[in-house]
């Protein structure tokens, strides 16, 4: 699959990109990301949760517990205000970033 | 029940292990429901489901407490071991300041504002946050303190030969790697 270190630097960026969408639960974000990627990235629940919980903690979304229809709770996600502002500023650094890497490390001769 | 997944749970364990007791407990809580909608959704993989299993989640979880108690009881002795070095040293500091007064001679005034020095020194090393030179200071400082009460020069020559080793000891087992 792919580095640990690679994935680590865009899951901030590709968790926050999904909870935009809106309130979302860590199942549901895991399997967004599955069929989104392909089955290319499965990202394993000891790296979501702590991952949601710091991003939590510096205050880029807001979790909340909610009960299904079923009796069991079940943590919601949804991005703040805060979240916004810092998604928008990392997708535009992501969008630059990763054409620049792009252009370098495509097959295409370099002119 | 289905064997416990060593390396599934090594990772996971060392994502929650930097966590607090409180944020723990509540990824525990989380790692429960994803597991109920893991075993609620056809399309997930056996994987998931088998991983997840609630009881495994709760033997990680007890694992852990283990970790953080063991962890509590190691600061405790920490602490106990850097106030019992911090007071040995303040002690050799201001006994070496009325010592000499009782020999009343130059060599006397030497040797204790030398041990003045040194019992700084060791000081400095117990606190230093940084271990490796905390070691240096530690080991030079109470060395020293120790053959400044070697000659038998002094009648307090067996004070700073009792409180050097047990500086050495005390200060480096608190700045061990």
């Known amino acids: 699959m792919f580095e640990r270190e690679l994935l680590k630097g865009s899951l901030g960026l590709m968790l926050m990109a999904l909870i935009e969408q809106g ?32 991003m939590e903690k510096e205050g880029m979304i807001e979790g909340f517990w909610q009960r299904r229809d079923d009796g069991v709770d079940r943590r919601y996600y949804r991005l703040s205000a805060e ?3 810092i998604l928008d500023e990392r997708r535009a650094q992501w969008n630059r970033f990763s054409a620049a890497v792009s252009k370098v490390v495509s097959d295409a001769p370099i002119q | 029940m ?31 429901s994803h597991t109920e909608d893991a075993c609620a959704d056809p399309s997930a993989d056996t994987f998931t489901v088998q991983v997840g299993l609630p009881e495994q989640a709760a033997k990680v979880g007890r ?10 009881r190691e600061a405790r002795k920490r602490r106990s071991t850097l106030i019992i070095s911090t007071l040995m040293a303040s002690t050799v500091i201001v006994l070496s300041f009325i010592f000499p007064w ?34 240096w200071l530690v080991w030079s400082g109470s060395a020293g303190l120790t053959l400044v009460g070697m000659p038998a020069l ?8 009792i409180c050097g080793p047990l500086l050495l000891l005390t200060g480096m087992r608190l700045q061990r790697a």
């Open chain 1, 23 to 54: 309130p979302m639960y860590g199942y549901q974000i895991a399997k967004l990301i599955r069929t989104h990627t392909n089955d290319v990235i499965d990202l394993k629940e000891g790296s979501l949760y702590p991952a949601l919980h710091r």
């Open chain 1, 83 to 85: 979240g916004q502002r």
């Open chain 2, 2 to 32: 289905l064997p416990f997944n060593e390396s599934y749970f090594s990772e996971l364990e060392q994502e929650l292990g930097s966590l607090s007791a409180e944020e723990r407990d509540s990824i525990l809580r989380e790692l429960r």
């Open chain 2, 63 to 72: 694992h852990l407490r283990s970790v953080h108690i063991a962890a509590r």
């Open chain 2, 102 to 135: 009782f020999d009343g001679n130059l060599i006397a005034f030497i040797l204790g504002g030398v041990a003045v020095v040194f019992a700084v020194l060791s000081l400095v090393g117990v606190w230093m946050p940084k271990p490796r030179i905390g070691r």
């Open chain 2, 154 to 161: 002094i009648s307090f020559s067996s004070f700073y030969l």
